[in-house]
Antibody, heavy 123, light 106 residues
Framework: QVTLRESGPALIKPRQTLTLTCSFSGFSLRTNGLCVTWIRQPPGKAPEWLARIDWDDAKYYNTSLKTRLSISEDTSNSQVVLTMANMDTVDTATYYC???????????????WGQGILVTVSS | SYELTQTPSVSVSPGQTASITCSGT??????VSWYHQTPGQSPVLVIYETFRRPSAIPARFSGSSSGNTATLTISGTQALDEADFYCQAWDNDNAIFGGGTKLTVL
């Protein structure tokens, strides 16, 4: 059974760095074709893709946000960590991690999602 | 930057067919996924690789694509299908989501 769970602060101040952890089970990030992705969704808006880490440790970032983002894996604990620097009120959103299956170079889909964590940026 | 455009809302009567479209430049050449989301819940994958359906998703959900448009079709729409639907594709190693379509079953 595949499960993912996000953890981190519910409230963060502007200009601080957000650190979120995705704890997953039921699959290995060393399996060819599997990845973990972070996606956020502001209240009432569409999802926005943030970053992805692949089975071979390749990392991909949202072009518009890449200077603020970092994604890494703790293999021993089946966790993926996302950091996002210089948080602003517009970054208030529900942050999700999702298992991603990537059958080919230009094809990947988010087949299992965590429950999400609402992060509010406010002073 | 690449954009996906969806009609904000679609209404359908129970038992009828709902079509939700997603438009983007040469979208027919890309692999498209569709996600279903009800209020307060995480998105759920309903179509991947444009027309493939996860085993847990009912057969009334189907996907297609041609030219600049991808379409999610729900046959025999049920009240429990009422939700927001998002299309998604990849461009230059970035995942792009459409703005979403709210499906109302009335």
């Amino acid at each position: 059974q595949v499960t993912l769970r996000e953890s981190g602060p519910a409230l963060i101040k502007p200009r601080q760095t957000l650190t979120l952890t995705c704890s997953f089970s039921g699959f290995s990030l060393r399996t060819n074709g599997l990845c973990v992705t972070w996606i956020r969704q502001p209240p009432g808006k569409a999802p926005e893709w943030l970053a992805r880490i692949d089975w071979d440790d390749a990392k991909y970032y949202n072009t518009s946000l890449k200077t603020r983002l970092s994604i890494s894996e703790d293999t021993s604990n089946s966790q993926v960590v996302l950091t996002m620097a210089n948080m602003d009120t517009v970054d208030t959103a529900t942050y999700y991690c999702a298992r991603t299956t990537r059958p080919g170079p230009a094809a990947a889909y988010f087949d299992y999602w965590g429950q999400g964590i609402l992060v509010t940026v406010s002073s | 930057s690449y954009e996906l455009t969806q009609t904000p809302s679609v209404s359908v009567s129970p038992g009828q067919t709902a079509s939700i479209t997603c438009s983007g430049t040469k979208l027919g050449d890309k692999s498209v996924s569709w996600y279903h989301q009800t209020p307060g819940q995480s998105p759920v994958l309903v179509i991947y690789e444009t027309f493939r359906r996860p085993s847990a998703i009912p057969a009334r959900f189907s996907g297609s694509s041609s030219g600049n448009t991808a379409t999610l079709t729900i046959s025999g729409t049920q009240a429990l299908d009422e939700a927001d639907f998002y299309c998604q594709a990849w461009d230059n190693d970035n995942a792009i989501f459409g703005g979403g379509t709210k499906l109302t079953v009335l």
